[in-house]
């Protein structure tokens, strides 16, 4: 015969049956697993039971059927608490009065139903109003069950109960329902029950209604959104757990409360929390009351607020984490009603993690484990103070609230079109993109946009998922928000936001804002977040480098613990406003010896930007990439040319016959480098196959450089990086220049200085001759973007606006393949390179750089696929250094 029904004091069975403590949670529900867990710990429990996930998944596959022998073992179960209490479920004269809660594996806040004081009538409220000698009590417990029955159970809307509760505050002048006269109390009983028909006198019909209500609620719209929301399976069930209730409400020697044993927020290690005098479990959080600080009850009710210490320092050391529990005192004792691992943010993770290790609570180990690194991600995030939030909303700026779906602060002007948001994007203005609900064709808008708002949508939404895939603050589902496209505004209620104003939101909080809020960047210094990352660092196998082109970048990617790095881009130095001109120059050139003239004058500017360089990463390597963009994309465009040459022509001068002539002679040019698809053609190593000047200028900058650096007491150590190379034929060659170039600088110097040449691996050509290249090369980075590009045959920027988000919303595709590499087939050819040229040239240094080295997923693809280093930008070095840890770790055990 199956087991259905645990008793609290059952723990030990239910652990037998399902084996570990992991088992017993999913069996018995997270609420139910720690009540029974507090019990066998001696903690004040009220006594209860169990009914199982299993009996609610078998109620659910036959189609709301309850499994035979649940009730009569529900009832045994009952006859145990009756024997426990005292009290009869049911007897007037003495009863027994009960909550029915939901609980499944992982907490679900308020997505499912709990109805309380089940076991009150017309007869059993009469006694208990004279046993108790309490009638006030007793009353406000039947109209709460009749209230709660009503909403849970049977599915009545809730205003028509509030309403009634409001005409009699009104009626007696009071401002609560706790406040309610008994005869009030009595009268509303009468009048809930008018509108509540179906309401059962019999208290073993309430509770059976009550535990199938429940059952249902997990299959509940509410639920089920929340699960796809939070990638909760469907298949584990809810369990049910019936409790005896124990009364907050009893009067002034009574309260009821939550607590958390450290601050969720901040994570101090001091116990908080709020509670209500003579009041029920709901009523704290309902927030019709304003409470009372946790501290305060060190006054009001000292014995049982140091049990409550006691008891919180105990469940804290029990399941080694931060617990949030709640509790009730009924006539000066303390029962705790729940406890489990509270929510946090993410400054309180890092705090409470390190603190727990600091205290021996945890291992360090477990620390690093704690926190993810999207919660790293988030701290770093630029953020709005609570204050700057608080202060705006009191000077009425918040416009509205709606759903949170994707965290982090926005501030930008709004945009109802994605078109728009581009182009005011394009044009350096930050924006948010509002729109009814987002779809495929938004994308562009989405990516252009700081943060994203829609008046529709939920969770799922498409809007919801695009902005947490790229990491945009989102808020969606504001119903009160209407948008006016035509009109090109929106407005809740008065308050009209035109196109173009500005807005702010937090996607954590899911508020909006009219206007600007300030953000402020959280400090790396933080001592708990650098102290974790610390550790961090203990773990890791990685090195993580970052992803920086000038001197500034590098010394932010230090504070951030970078260990070199991993990708300069050269050709960023060459699109500074007072150099493009002479590039421009140097590419226009129709002779060797005339692009050497504008080299000669590029040499000493990048020179200087190496230095600098070489100064921030002194003793770590320096990787230099040869310049690799298309050459078009540093010279004017053919129509801005044709333009120009319009202009002259039609305000002729003495001098613009010769500038005609220059003019043409441009033009021509432009279209000679003009390409169908710049992206796979004159690019890369082959310009500098072809324009042997640009990289002899590059090693001759990039080798005096270092000799400046090192002259001047530095340790530089230069990588020379040669991109998008298929052949090795193309390394042989550009490595003798740089050779030649590098030698005969050392040589007029007289000073020497350690350098490597190296490639990128950036086609499946490439990764599949990595042997032979390997010859050549000293040293192998992916650059995994062009790689999935030419793995997958698509471009980035057009597959991203057009289908490849539908891909990844439809299934075809787990993920963005730019945003998380692709283990099979990406990920595939860089094991071939790997062994191909670690095969050739045994112990040579292989990474990645690009935006997948600050990828969670990334990382640990690329701890497993044995890389020496991930690179990425200087913002996300934390982050990849956390990654790369968990990776370790969880690869050591
Ligand atoms: P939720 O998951 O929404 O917190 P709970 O099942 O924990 O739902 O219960 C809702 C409220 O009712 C909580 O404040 C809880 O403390 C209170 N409550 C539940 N069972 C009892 C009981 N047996 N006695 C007193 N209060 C209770
Ligand atoms: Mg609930
Ligand atoms: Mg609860």
Redesign the pocket.
Known sequence: MTKWVYSFDEVAEAEALAGDWDSVRGLLGG?GANLADMTRLGVPV?P?FTITTVACNAYTDAGGVVPEGMWDQVRIALDGVEEKTGKKFGDPKNPLL??C???AKF?M??M???V?DIGLNHDVAAELAVSSGDPHFAYDSYRRLIQMFGSVVLGNPDEPYEEILEEFRKKTGVATDAELPTDALKEIVERFLEITPRFPDDPNEQLKLAVEAVFKSWSGKRAVDYRNASNIPHDLGTAV?V??????NLGDDCL?G?AMSRHGATGENHIEGDYLFNA???D??AGIRATLHLEDMANDMPHAYEELLAISDRLEKHYRDMQDM???VENGKL?L??TRDGKRTAQAAVRIAVEMAEEGLISKEEAVMRVTPDQIDFFLHPQFTREDREAATAAGKLLAKGLNVSPGAAVGQVAFDADTAVTWAEAGKKVVLVRPETKPDDVHGMLAAQGIVTSRGGRTSHAALVARQFGKPAVVGIAELEIDLEGRNMAVEDTVVNEGDFISIEGTSGEVFVGELPTVVPDIKDRWLSTLLGWADEFRRLRVMANADYPVDANRAKEYGAQGIGLCRTEHMFFEAERLPTVQKMILADTAEERQKYLDILRPMQREDFRGLFEAMSGMPVIIRMIDPPLHEFLPGHDELEEELHDLEESPSATSGDEIKEVERKLGRVDDLHEENPMLGFRGVRLALLMPEIPRMQARAIIAAACDAKEAGFDPKPEIMIPLSIHVKELERVKAIVVDAAEEIMEQRGVRVDYQVGTMVETPRAAMTAGPLAREAEFFSFGTNDLTQTTFAISRDDAEKSFLIRYVEEGILPVNPFQTLDRLGVGGLIKIAVEGGRKQRPGMEIGICGEHGGDPDSVALCHELGLDYVSCSPFRVPIARLAAAHAAINDAG
Request: aromatic content about 8%; glycine content about 14%; cysteine-free.
């Open positions: 609420k009220p209860g009960l909550s809660r939901s609980g907490s806040p308020g499912m139903d709990t309380l757990n409790q005896t209730m124990v009364f907050g009821t939550v029920q479990g709901e704290v959080v709640e509790f009730t029962w009603l729940q």
